[in-house]
């Protein structure tokens, strides 16, 4: 816990204009970011005397060990800028709202040639015109259902629209009349980007002009005797108007406009929001937030405009927002959003008629929100607060472990050897401090070594940065750290990529916005284990790979585990990291020192977490093996090609329908396939003939030798979960895989 007074900057260094401070810990991570009209005024606050501080207060600032700022010309600059840091850095003090679910969109892709609708979440895409959110998927398949009979849009995914434009036949929809067939060739695409259109004209509440429209048309059809016409759209109608009825109308005039409300308690806070659009409530969504800091209604309701609005542009901000308390000062936050917006917005307060009953509701809801929230919530804190304190008494630590580590090794008989950490912080899963290595110090099966060469670089990381920084000044820290770029036998130590959402160490994204699972490529790029700064981003707050020590590490074994991963410790001069391991068979819990384990009751809480902590590094860790063993079964003498991209590969594997063909055509056929030049052609040639021909194929259910059969890669086969396994390997794995 630091004194505040250590920090303090000295009289006149802080400047009286506006700005945004950023409070730092000990690890230099950002933990507080805040704005402010006058810095000055600002921060003196924060240095007053303790007991007159707010309980939450007092907590950051001696959690923090340094504040900085940065002066801005204008509050509305400072409100921006607070807003990105605030996303950039998710400082733990920080009013964050926890959404507790992905909403539901209604989407229309007017960026494709043939417009869809579909359901979508998460982050908007730029071409797509959204409504909503609604509260659940099925709400908006009844009303699409509904719309369909008028405005038959494509509904299809990309894979059956193009099975049915080459079959020339339409899906179920398109015989029922629910879709216009653009696939077939029903109509063109200008027509059914029309169709699309008026969709959303009618979703974006323009529905009385287009009703009276089908109204006169109808009449039109009447008078002229066309009977079954006239019938169509009076269906018609009836579909738009039990589809309009979903939604009733709360607020006159076509009204758009977006209510916030919030509840809250000295704890917590709920905030929900209604969409309104054209007069009819479009939309509904909730969030959570745990009061960190001493906080007023009117800040909460500024945070939440900013996470309500801060992605969004143009029509996706309404032209009237209506809130319980006004942001101070509420200018600048009103020029934020007209900005956003383009056009003028008014931030207000409902004071009588239609808006304030509305408002009653929305109240309403965030104060069922707050109440079910805290229902849940309370068994939830209670369950995991027991877990750690009971592991604090099993280990005999002197506090209960908020940042909990795991390490798992994987491989297959030796084979594609690699390693997972994961991250629990107070009993939750942190995925994005997921770590993933390769095996580089030896070749072979040896789990206690393995176990050893990883804990090892991932504290000499961890010792790396605090030299970096200046934080460790014990004597012998020159020799613990005199290895700190190279591990015995690999040159370098590499860590070799991230869970989802992260990044891996030279800063490329992982490809999928999932968790890393088999077929995911796991972005190996390396990154040495040196001071330098690649991995740390240096003084800007963000997670710095390896930065932050854990208050216990858990390592998948018994005792030759944890005792190598003790000894990697001590051989960093580490001392004040509490280290155990799970072992599988009985569940017994291993400590360097003790010669018989700890057994914990099988109902304890504790064992329980311990137990999730294990098995989420163990999962980690296997998919991260299989992801590499298939990359590696599906590896061919083409990936040797420099230059060579997957594109043309596929290229040249479909022109000449197998590797064993383009291995004897000449450079000049080569040269025949698309995007294959002279000299490209010479260095495929070249390739394939210092390449070993595959090995032939082997069905290892008959012992049948399939000659005929030719891949791009070395022989493979498929056990029954669908997993690469190489020619002749046993059918039963079981005992064979880690």
Same mark, same amino acid.
């Given at each position: 816990m630091a004194d505040p007074s250590s920090y303090r900057p000295k009289p006149g260094q802080i400047p009286d204009s506006p700005g945004v401070y950023r409070f730092r810990d000990e690890h230099r991570r950002v933990i507080y970011v805040g704005k402010a009209k006058s810095l000055r005024q600002r921060l003196a606050n924060y240095f007053q005397d303790l007991a007159s501080l707010h309980p939450r207060t007092r907590t950051m600032v001696t959690t923090a060990a340094s504040v900085e700022w940065t002066v801005v010309s204008t509050e509305v600059e400072a409100l921006q800028l607070e807003y990105s840091w605030i996303k950039e850095y998710d400082p733990r003090f920080n009013v964050k709202y926890r959404d507790d679910k992905s909403y539901p969109y209604l989407a229309v892709t007017m960026n494709e040639e043939?417009?869809? @609708?579909? +359901?979508?979440?998460?982050?908007?895409?730029?071409? @797509?015109?959204?409504? &909503?959110?609604?509260?659940?998927?099925?709400?908006?398949?009844?009303?699409?259902?509904?719309?369909?009979?008028?405005?038959? +849009?494509?509904?299809?995914?990309?894979?059956?629209?193009?099975?049915?434009?080459? $079959?020339? /036949?339409?899906?179920?929809?398109?015989? #029922? &009349?629910?879709?216009?067939?653009?696939?077939? &060739?029903?109509?063109?695409?200008?027509?059914?980007?029309?169709?699309?259109?008026?969709?959303?004209? %009618?979703?974006?509440?323009?529905?009385?002009?287009?009703?009276? /429209?089908?109204?006169? =048309? !109808? !009449?039109?059809?009447?008078?002229? !005797?066309?009977?079954?016409?006239?019938?169509?759209?009076?269906?018609?109608?009836?579909?738009?108007?039990?589809?309009?009825?979903?939604?009733?109308? +709360?607020?006159?005039?076509? $009204?758009?406009?977006?209510? #916030?409300? +919030?509840?809250?308690?000295?704890?917590?806070?709920?905030? =929900? #929001? %209604?969409? @309104?659009?054209?007069?009819?409530?479009?939309?509904?969504?909730?969030?959570?937030?745990?009061?960190?800091?001493?906080?007023?209604?009117?800040?909460?309701?500024?945070?939440?405009? =900013?996470?309500?609005?801060?992605?969004?542009?143009?029509?996706a901000v309404p032209k009237e927002v209506l809130v319980p308390a006004l942001p101070e000062p509420v200018e600048p936050v009103q020029e934020w959003l007209t900005g956003r917006r383009g056009s003028n917005v008014s931030l207000r307060i409902p004071q009588r008629g239609d808006k304030k009953a509305l408002m009653e509701t929305v109240q309403r809801n965030a104060l069922q929100a707050l109440a079910l929230h805290k229902t849940k919530r309370a068994s939830d804190l209670t369950t995991r607060s027991r877990a750690l304190e009971e592991i604090a008494d099993a280990l005999d630590l002197d506090s209960a472990p908020l940042r909990i580590e795991c390490y798992d090794i994987s491989h297959l008989q030796g084979d594609d050897v690699v390693a997972s950490m994961v991250v629990f912080e107070d009993g939750l899963q942190r995925k994005g401090e997921y770590r993933r290595f390769q095996i580089k110090g030896f070749a072979g099966q040896d789990d206690v070594r393995s176990m050893h060469e990883v804990i090892t670089r991932r504290f000499r990381r961890y010792l790396a940065d605090k030299e970096r920084t200046g934080e460790w000044v014990e004597d012998d820290a020159e020799t613990t750290l005199t290895a700190a770029g190279t591990f015995p036998g690999t040159g370098t130590g590499i860590e070799d990529g991230t869970d989802t959402g992260t990044r891996t160490s030279t800063g490329t994204s992982t490809e999928n916005g999932t968790d890393a699972e088999p077929g995911t490529e796991p972005g190996t790029e390396p990154d040495t284990e040196t001071g330098s700064v690649n991995g740390f981003k240096d003084e800007d707050g963000r997670p710095k790979k390896f930065a932050y020590p854990p208050q216990l590490v858990v390592v998948d074994g018994g005792r030759p585990q944890v005792a190598a991963a003790k000894r990697a410790l001590d051989e960093l001069g580490i001392d004040d990291i509490a280290v155990c391991g799970l072992a599988k068979r009985l569940e017994e819990v291993w400590l360097p020192e003790d010669d018989d384990p700890v057994v914990l009751p099988r109902s304890s809480e504790g064992l329980y977490l311990l137990q999730r902590v294990r098995d989420e590094a163990h999962r980690f860790a296997i998919t991260y093996q299989r992801t590499k063993r298939a990359k590696r079964f599906r590896s061919g003498p083409l990936d040797e090609v420099p230059g060579l991209g997957e594109t043309r590969k596929q290229a040249l594997i479909k022109h000449f329908g197998s590797v064993k063909k383009l291995r004897s055509a000449t450079i000049e056929q080569i040269q025949e396939v698309p995007g294959i030049g002279r000299k490209t052609a010479e260095t495929i040639a070249a390739a394939l003939a210092q390449a070993a021909p595959a090995a032939p194929a082997v069905n290892t259910a008959t012992g049948e030798i399939m000659d005929d059969r030719e891949d791009e890669a070395p022989e493979t086969t498929a056990d029954a979960s669908g997993e690469p396994v190489p020619a002749g390997a046993p059918d039963d794995r079981r005992g064979q895989e880690r």
């Amino acid at each position: 816990m630091a004194d505040p007074s250590s920090y303090r900057p000295k009289p006149g260094q802080i400047p009286d204009s506006p700005g945004v401070y950023r409070f730092r810990d000990e690890h230099r991570r950002v933990i507080y970011v805040g704005k402010a009209k006058s810095l000055r005024q600002r921060l003196a606050n924060y240095f007053q005397d303790l007991a007159s501080l707010h309980p939450r207060t007092r907590t950051m600032v001696t959690t923090a060990a340094s504040v900085e700022w940065t002066v801005v010309s204008t509050e509305v600059e400072a409100l921006q800028l607070e807003y990105s840091w605030i996303k950039e850095y998710d400082p733990r003090f920080n009013v964050k709202y926890r959404d507790d679910k992905s909403y539901p969109y209604l989407a229309v892709t007017m960026n494709e040639e043939f417009p869809r @609708v579909q +359901v979508m979440r998460g982050h908007k895409k730029k071409g @797509v015109r959204y409504f &909503g959110p609604y509260g659940h998927a099925w709400a908006i398949r009844d009303t699409v259902d509904l719309l369909l009979r008028v405005f038959p +849009v494509r509904t299809c995914s990309a894979g059956v629209f193009k099975n049915a434009t080459r $079959t020339g /036949r339409p899906c179920l929809l398109g015989y #029922i &009349g629910k879709c216009s067939a653009p696939c077939v &060739g029903r109509i063109p695409a200008e027509e059914h980007r029309e169709l699309a259109e008026e969709f959303c004209e %009618f979703m974006a509440g323009r529905t009385g002009t287009y009703l009276r /429209r089908l109204e006169h =048309q !109808m !009449m039109e059809a009447a008078e002229e !005797m066309e009977y079954e016409r006239a019938a169509r759209l009076r269906d018609d109608i009836e579909a738009l108007k039990k589809a309009m009825e979903k939604n009733a109308v +709360v607020l006159a005039d076509a $009204t758009d406009a977006d209510l #916030i409300a +919030v509840a809250e308690d000295e704890l917590e806070a709920a905030v =929900q #929001i %209604f969409h @309104v659009r054209g007069g009819r409530v479009r939309g509904q969504r909730g969030w959570v937030t745990d009061k960190v800091e001493e906080v007023t209604t009117g800040a909460l309701v500024e945070h939440a405009l =900013q996470q309500l609005y801060g992605e969004e542009t143009g029509d996706a901000v309404p032209k009237e927002v209506l809130v319980p308390a006004l942001p101070e000062p509420v200018e600048p936050v009103q020029e934020w959003l007209t900005g956003r917006r383009g056009s003028n917005v008014s931030l207000r307060i409902p004071q009588r008629g239609d808006k304030k009953a509305l408002m009653e509701t929305v109240q309403r809801n965030a104060l069922q929100a707050l109440a079910l929230h805290k229902t849940k919530r309370a068994s939830d804190l209670t369950t995991r607060s027991r877990a750690l304190e009971e592991i604090a008494d099993a280990l005999d630590l002197d506090s209960a472990p908020l940042r909990i580590e795991c390490y798992d090794i994987s491989h297959l008989q030796g084979d594609d050897v690699v390693a997972s950490m994961v991250v629990f912080e107070d009993g939750l899963q942190r995925k994005g401090e997921y770590r993933r290595f390769q095996i580089k110090g030896f070749a072979g099966q040896d789990d206690v070594r393995s176990m050893h060469e990883v804990i090892t670089r991932r504290f000499r990381r961890y010792l790396a940065d605090k030299e970096r920084t200046g934080e460790w000044v014990e004597d012998d820290a020159e020799t613990t750290l005199t290895a700190a770029g190279t591990f015995p036998g690999t040159g370098t130590g590499i860590e070799d990529g991230t869970d989802t959402g992260t990044r891996t160490s030279t800063g490329t994204s992982t490809e999928n916005g999932t968790d890393a699972e088999p077929g995911t490529e796991p972005g190996t790029e390396p990154d040495t284990e040196t001071g330098s700064v690649n991995g740390f981003k240096d003084e800007d707050g963000r997670p710095k790979k390896f930065a932050y020590p854990p208050q216990l590490v858990v390592v998948d074994g018994g005792r030759p585990q944890v005792a190598a991963a003790k000894r990697a410790l001590d051989e960093l001069g580490i001392d004040d990291i509490a280290v155990c391991g799970l072992a599988k068979r009985l569940e017994e819990v291993w400590l360097p020192e003790d010669d018989d384990p700890v057994v914990l009751p099988r109902s304890s809480e504790g064992l329980y977490l311990l137990q999730r902590v294990r098995d989420e590094a163990h999962r980690f860790a296997i998919t991260y093996q299989r992801t590499k063993r298939a990359k590696r079964f599906r590896s061919g003498p083409l990936d040797e090609v420099p230059g060579l991209g997957e594109t043309r590969k596929q290229a040249l594997i479909k022109h000449f329908g197998s590797v064993k063909k383009l291995r004897s055509a000449t450079i000049e056929q080569i040269q025949e396939v698309p995007g294959i030049g002279r000299k490209t052609a010479e260095t495929i040639a070249a390739a394939l003939a210092q390449a070993a021909p595959a090995a032939p194929a082997v069905n290892t259910a008959t012992g049948e030798i399939m000659d005929d059969r030719e891949d791009e890669a070395p022989e493979t086969t498929a056990d029954a979960s669908g997993e690469p396994v190489p020619a002749g390997a046993p059918d039963d794995r079981r005992g064979q895989e880690r």
